[in-house]
Structure formats: C-alpha cells, structure tokens
C-alpha cells in the first residue's frame, strides 16, 4: 500500500485548502475539525478468512493519520473502508493526497450537490449516489447523499444526510463474509444493495400514502385535497431525481475494469441490484402517473360540486322569483288593480306564492338540483 500517493497529485490543492480553512476563525475552525474527527471510520478486512479490524480514529489530525498508517501497512489480501460524514475540506484533501483522489472527485464529495453518476480517474471508480427515505409522519421524501471511491485496495464513503446506508452495508458483509473474497467491489455492492432496497421500501411507503389519499379523494366528504396531491407530487419528483439518473449508471458501472479486477462472479450480483432498481423506477413513474391521475379526479369533483352548487343557487334563486313577481305585482298601489277591494286577496296571494314556490321545489327535488 505504499503507492497509496499516486504520481502528478498537486500539493498546491492541499495547501490552498489548508490556507482557505486558516482564514476562519480560531473558534469556529476547531469546532468544525473536531465535530467531523469524531465522524471518521476505518475498518479493515482480510478477504479469505473474512475477518475485520477497526483501525482506532483519534481526534482532529489524528485520525486521519491513524487511518494512513493502517492502509500504508495492508498486507496482501487486505482490503480498507474509510468512512466520513459531512468532512471538511481540509480533512478529505488530507487523505485524497494519499488514496489518489482527483481534485474534481474531492471537489464534488464536499459540496454534495451531485446527481448520480459514475465517474473514472485512473485505477479509482468514483460513484455518487443519492440517499433517501420517506417520512411518513411529514408526507415528505428527504434525500441526503453518498459518495464511493473504490481503489484497488481501499473504499472510502463520504456521507451527506442522516441515513447512513453504509452502516447497513457493513452489518451484511459481517452477515456474509464470503462476498468480502471480492474485494472492495463487495463494499461498492453491498451499499448499492442498501441505498436500492431503501429506495424499494420508501416507494412502498409512498404508494401506502397514496392509497390514503386516493380513499379521502373519492370519499362523499366534500374537502379539496389539492395541496396534499401537489405535495405528494414533489415528493414523488424528488424521489425520481434520486432514482433514475441512477438507472443507467448500474449497467456501466464494472465497465473499464480488467478480467482480473472484474471477476465473473461478482456481476450476477450488480445485476440483481440493477433489476432491483429497474422495479423501483418503474414503481416510482406509476407513481407519478397515478398522482396525475388522482389530481385530474379532483378537479373533476370540484368541478362538480361547483356545478352542483350553481344548480342549487339557481333552482333556490327561481323559487324565490314567484313570490318576488306575485309580491312586486301587488305591490304597485296603482288606484284602479284588480281584486284591491277583494277581502280574500291577501290569503290569495299568499296561498299563490306557496303553491307555485312548492311545486317548483319539488320539481327541482325530483330532478336532483336540491
């Protein structure tokens, strides 16, 4: 492991990231070392037998010292897994000097903004990938995101956002020591394999959600739910933006490796993870169809219920017009009406506006408009 420092990487990139960090304030610059130090995992696997070994991480510089020292001393058939949660900077430079890092790939793992990709820089496959889960007490998708960097002989994860997916990835190698004979692609695998099923598992929980809404949508009560099928929507749309740049990133993912680092038996298994994904892209675009759906269906109601309430204020609004014209017509005072001097012309005209009012109620009644 002592080429861990590959030929041509620029000092000048570390040293202006150290000279940017030394610009901050004292305080805030140790806080922020310190709060990411105590973030730094590193464990060491021996592909045969299976076993592991977690290298001690101290603080501040020390980890990543630690960790070098450990990966500079691999013996054959020992792999490292680095991992990092929110580094700075300065942290990740430290050690992309030493694991041969491009300055691009360093660049993209601290600003965690990336779209799933894959990316090649030399012997090392750089892989983003967006982590996500469903909360379902918020009606809300939240993403976070997660950078891999395979070497020959290393890992390193750089992790963005609460779920940790490699945590998940290391209690299944635990589980299964055999997939360790891989190498570091059984880490690539096994956190595609957790990110994938945590995909699987949120879009279960997404259609659950919808089911509820379609119920309450088509329910008799009358209470627009557009806000929560908008909502719903975005959530379903950040769902896609983490899932399906992601689709033609598995298929290529081996490709550029020699026979030697891309052994036959380990594509059955990106395979299986692909068509686990495919399932899930396809969940998620039924997904999106079906909220249209669903937001086409209550426009129709609500289109509805103003018809009805239109129907209603006008079949009210001619039950009233009888007794208007009968009351306006008698209402007049000109000297010389018919039945003025009548004594049943009050009772009349009364027991007329009733009768004609009643019978267009009922005529509406029968014909659905009250």
Not at 47 to 60: A, I, K, N, P, W
Not at 224 to 238: F, G, P, Q
Not at 279 to 307: C, F, H, K, M
Request: glycine letters at 6%.
């Amino acid at each position: 492991m002592s080429a861990l420092r590959p030929p041509g990487w620029s000092r000048s990139f570390s040293a202006r990231s150290w000279e940017h960090h030394r610009e901050w304030p004292a305080g805030a610059h140790e806080i922020e070392v310190l709060k990411h130090a105590r973030r730094m995992e590193c464990v060491v696997y021996e592909e045969r037998s299976g076993r592991s070994e977690t290298v001690e991480c101290g603080l501040d510089d020390e980890a990543c010292r630690q960790v070098l020292k450990r990966l500079r001393g691999l013996s054959d058939g020992e792999f490292g897994w680095v991992r990092l949660v929110d580094p700075a900077e300065a942290e990740l430079v430290q050690l992309a000097a030493e694991l041969g890092l491009h300055p691009l790939a360093v660049e993209d793992a601290v600003q965690a903004r990336q779209r799933p990709k894959r990316e090649r820089f030399g012997d090392v496959l750089a892989v983003a990938l967006k982590t996500l889960w469903y909360i379902d007490e918020k009606a809300a998708v939240e993403t976070g995101e997660l950078m891999l960097f395979v070497g020959p002989r290393y890992v390193l994860t750089v992790r963005h956002g609460e779920v940790d997916p490699a945590a998940e990835a290391a209690r299944r190698l635990e589980a299964d020591p055999s997939m360790l004979r891989l190498g570091p692609l059984s880490v690539l695998h096994a956190v595609l394999d957790v990110v994938v099923d945590a995909y699987g598992e949120a879009a279960e929980t997404v259609r659950a959600a919808l089911n509820r809404l379609e119920d309450r949508v088509f329910s008799s009560s009358r209470v627009d739910h557009t806000e929560d099928i908008y909502s719903l929507k975005r959530e379903v749309r950040e769902f896609r933006d983490a899932v399906q740049p992601l689709v033609p990133v598995l298929p290529g993912l081996l490709s550029g490796l020699s026979e030697e680092d891309r052994p036959s038996k380990v594509l059955p298994y990106f395979r299986d993870v692909a068509d686990h994904l495919h399932r899930t892209d396809t969940e998620v675009r039924t997904l999106d169809e079906l909220l249209n759906s669903v937001l086409d269906a209550q426009q129709a109601r609500v289109g509805t219920w103003q018809n009805d309430d239109m129907r209603r204020i006008s079949a009210w609004a001619a039950i009233f017009a009888i007794p208007t014209m009968v009351a306006g017509v008698y209402g007049m005072n000109f000297e010389h009406m018919p039945e003025l001097g009548w004594s049943y012309g009050y009772p009349f005209a009364v027991g007329l506006m009733a009768m004609a009012s009643g019978f267009l109620y009922r005529s509406f009644r029968r014909n659905g408009w009250l």
